[in-house]
C-alpha cells in the first residue's frame, strides 16, 4: 500500500507543545513566531522532518500556516479548501483559524502584538517576498520581523522529530524524458548568458529533477529529490544532494553533467559567489530567504523566476505522448474500480478506506504504479464537503444510500501523472444533487470546450466553469485547475486556473479542470479531468486563431446524476461524444462485467 489510515496529528498534545514554544520566545526575546507548512525547498509538499504546522497545531492539510504569540493568541492561516478541515483537527480554543486571503497575517499580528513587538521566523522556512512583503505590511505599526538562528518548534520537538529522508535517487529515462539533461542545461546557460547573469541558484525539488532527468524518494507521493543546485552560465552545474541518496548508477549518470558535493558545501559556494560579485539569478518567491541573505541580499541578486518553472510546464512530444498513455492505463484502472463499487457499495458494506485501499489495489494492478500522485480524497456524505478531507480510521464512513461519494485519485507512473476526480450516487440520488451535479458539470463542459486566443490567462478563463453555478447563487471556494507534473508534483505551476491564474497559458502544458460545489455537512460534489493546452488554429468564419484543450482524462460521468434537461443541445453533444471517446479507448483493456459496466455508463444522454 502507498497510503496509509492512521491519523497522524497528536491533538491531545498541541496544548502542552504550544505552552513549551511560548515559554522558548520568552526566553529569546520574542513576541511571535511565524510556522508555515514550509521546509528549506519551498515544495508544496515536505517530508514528515519538515511538518512542524501539523506537530504543532493538528492540522494536516497541504498548505496553510500559523503564528503564535508570547502571550496567549494563536491563529491558524489556512485557504478555502480548509474551512471545513481545520475546525475538525484544531483546537479552536488554542487558535483562532482564519481564511485567507480575505483574512491576512500581517493585521493579525498588528491586532495582537503592542507596537514595537519582535516577530521571529526560520529564515530556512520563508521566501525572501513573503518576508519582505511582511516587513512593508508591519514597519508601519512599529513591529518588526527577525530572523531565528534556533527554530523553537524544532527545539520543543527535539529527538521525537523524524531524521531528514534518505530516499534513493533514480534516472529518469529519456524516451519519458523527451530531451536529455545535457540540452536542458545548455538552454538554461543560454538563457542566463542573454541576460549577462553569471549563474541561477535552484531551491525546488521538482526544477531539480526536472533539469537532471533524475528522480527521488524523499516525500511521500512526489518522485522528488530534496536537494539544491547552483547552474552557472559556463561550466558544469553544481548539485547539493546528500551522497547516501546515490547509487553508483545514477552517481556516474550525474558526474557527467555536473558536480556534485555535500548539502553543508551549499553555503560555502553562495559565499564565494558573493565574495567574486557575481551576478546570480535567484527566485524571491520560491527562494528561502536565508539563502539571499548568505548572497548578501536581493539587492546583490538578479531578481527572477526558476528559469525551469517556464520551461518544464511546456512539455515537450515524449511527456505528451506518454501523459495520454498513462491516463489511458488510469482510465481501465478506474472503469474496474467503479464497476466494482456499483456492485458492492449496494450491499452497504463499503466504506471509505474499504473503497480508497480496492482503487489503489486497482492501479497497483497494470503493474507500472509507481505510487499515488496523492493520498486519496474518498469522502463519503458530509466527509465530501471537506475539499481536501483525507480519511482515517477516526473518521471513516460507510458509503450510504441516498448520498453522494467524491473521490478525488491519482497515480504516478514512469509516463505520467494522474489526477481524476468523479462523484457518484449511492443508490438514489435527490433532485437538489442531480441539479447540483449538473450545473458543475456544466462549468466543467465549459472549460472544456473553451477556446482562447494567444496571451490567456487562467484567471480569464475561471468565470466559464463557476457561470452556471453563479446564476443559482452558488459557488466554490478553490481554483478550478492546477498544472501537473510529468512524473513529478501533481500541483505544478506556473499555470493554473483560478483567481490568481496570471501565467499566460501556453500550448503544451497540462492543466486540470475541475469546478465543484460542497453542501456543508451534506454532500461535495467536483469533477475533474485533465486538459492539454492545443496550438492555435484557425476558426471556421474567424480572423483570429485560437487555442483550445484537449481532454485527456478518460473515466464516464456518473450519468445517474445528470439532470439532463438542464443542459443545452451542445452540451449534450459534449457529453455524449466524450463518452463514446472513453469506450474507444477504454474498452479494449476490459472483458466480461467490467466492459458490460463501461458500455451501460457510456451510452448517450
Known amino acids: 500500500m502507498f497510503q496509509t489510515f492512521e491519523t497522524t496529528a497528536d491533538s491531545a498534545a ?45 492540522f494536516t492539510g497541504s498548505a496553510g500556516s500559523a503564528a503564535v504569540t508570547a502571550a496567549n493568541k494563536a491563529a491558524l492561516f489556512v485557504d478555502g479548501r480548509y474551512t471545513l478541515q481545520a475546525p475538525a483537527q484544531v483546537d479552536t480554543k488554542l487558535y483562532e483559524i482564519i481564511q485567507t ?35 512593508v505590511a508591519l514597519k508601519p505599526k512599529g513591529l518588526r520581523a527577525r530572523a531565528v538562528s534556533r527554530n523553537p518548534i524544532d527545539r520543543v520537538w527535539g529527538a521525537a522529530r523524524p531524521a531528514a529522508p534518505l530516499g534513493a535517487v533514480s534516472l529518469h529515462p529519456m524516451k ?8 536542458k542545461i545548455s538552454r538554461l546557460q543560454r538563457f542566463l548568458g542573454d541576460r549577462d547573469q553569471d549563474a541561477c541558484v535552484l531551491t525546488l525539488p521538482d526544477s531539480i529533477c526536472w533539469l537532471f532527468n533524475i528522480r527521488g524518494a524523499d516525500v511521500t507521493h512526489n518522485p522528488v529529490v530534496l536537494a539544491f543546485a547552483i547552474v552557472p552560465a559556463r561550466g558544469k552545474p553544481e548539485l547539493f544532494i546528500a551522497p547516501a541518496k546515490l547509487t553508483a548508477e545514477v552517481k556516474a549518470h550525474l558526474a557527467k553533467v555536473c558536480r556534485l558535493y555535500a548539502p553543508d558545501q551549499f553555503g560555502k559556494r553562495l559565499a564565494a559567489l558573493k565574495s567574486a560579485g557575481k551576478k546570480v ?17 536581493m539587492t546583490n541578486c538578479a531578481a527572477g523566476p526558476d528559469p525551469c518553472i517556464a520551461a518544464k510546464a511546456v512539455k515537450n512530444p515524449a511527456e505528451i505522448a506518454g501523459a495520454r498513455a498513462a491516463h489511458v492505463r488510469d482510465g481501465i484502472a478506474m472503469a474496474k474500480f467503479l464497476n466494482w463499487l456499483d456492485c458492492e457499495a449496494a450491499k452497504g458494506a463499503v466504506d471509505e478506506i474499504a473503497a480508497a485501499s480496492k482503487l489503489e489495489e486497482m492501479r497497483a494492478g497494470t503493474g507500472q ?29 460507510l458509503l450510504k444510500p441516498g448520498e453522494l461519494f467524491l473521490l478525488d485519485s491519482g497515480g504516478q507512473y514512469l509516463d505520467g501523472t494522474t489526477d481524476v476526480t468523479r462523484t457518484i450516487a449511492i443508490g438514489k440520488p435527490t433532485a437538489e444533487m442531480r441539479e447540483r451535479y449538473t450545473l458543475v458539470l456544466k462549468g466543467h463542459i465549459a472549460i472544456a470546450t473553451a477556446r482562447f486566443p494567444k496571451g490567456t490567462r487562467g484567471i480569464e478563463l475561471d468565470p ?9 447563487g452558488l459557488d466554490y471556494d478553490h481554483g478550478t ?78 450519468r445517474r446524476l445528470v439532470a439532463s434537461e438542464l443542459l443545452s443541445q451542445s452540451e449534450r453533444d459534449w457529453l455524449n461524444a466524450y463518452h463514446v471517446r472513453v469506450a474507444e479507448l477504454i474498452a479494449p483493456g476490459l472483458d466480461g462485467a467490467d466492459a458490460a459496466w463501461l458500455d451501460r455508463a457510456t451510452g448517450p444522454i
Open 464 to 472: 466559464f466553469a463557476r457561470r452556471a453555478l453563479w446564476d443559482h
Open 369 to 397: 504504479l509507481r505510487d499515488l500522485s496523492f493520498d486519496t480524497i474518498a469522502g463519503s456524505g458530509p466527509n465530501g464537503a471537506i475539499v481536501h478531507y483525507r480519511v482515517n480510521a477516526a473518521t471513516n464512513r
Open 14 to 58: 498541541v496544548a502542552g507543545r504550544t505552552a513549551q514554544v511560548r515559554d522558548l520566545l520568552r526566553q529569546a526575546g520574542l513576541d511571535a513566531i511565524l510556522i508555515p507548512k514550509a521546509d528549506e525547498h519551498q515544495g508544496e509538499y515536505v517530508p514528515p522532518s519538515a511538518e512542524r504546522l501539523a506537530w504543532l497545531t493538528g
Open 101 to 135: 486571503p480575505s483574512g491576512r497575517l500581517a493585521d493579525w499580528l498588528i491586532k495582537n502584538l503592542r507596537a514595537g513587538a519582535v516577530v521571529g521566523f526560520d529564515p530556512w522556512l520563508h521566501t525572501v517576498d513573503e518576508i519582505e512583503r511582511l516587513t
Open 176 to 183: 519519458y524524458a523527451g530531451v536529455a539533461s545535457e540540452d
Open 281 to 297: 539569478r535567484l527566485d524571491p518567491e520560491t527562494a528561502a530567504y536565508a539563502i539571499a541573505r548568505q548572497l548578501g541580499g
Open 481 to 558: 485547475g492546477h498544472g501537473i507534473g510529468s512524473f513529478l508534483s501533481v500541483h505544478e505551476g506556473p499555470q493554473s486556473i483560478s483567481r490568481r491564474g496570471m501565467a499566460v497559458l501556453e500550448p503544451g502544458m497540462l492543466c486540470s479542470n475541475e469546478p465543484g460545489y460542497y453542501k456543508q455537512g451534506v454532500y461535495g460534489i467536483r469533477l475533474e479531468n485533465l486538459v492539454l493546452v492545443r496550438p492555435l488554429e484557425p476558426v471556421s468564419g474567424g480572423d483570429r486563431e485560437m487555442m483550445r484543450f484537449e481532454t485527456i482524462t478518460f473515466v464516464p460521468f456518473d
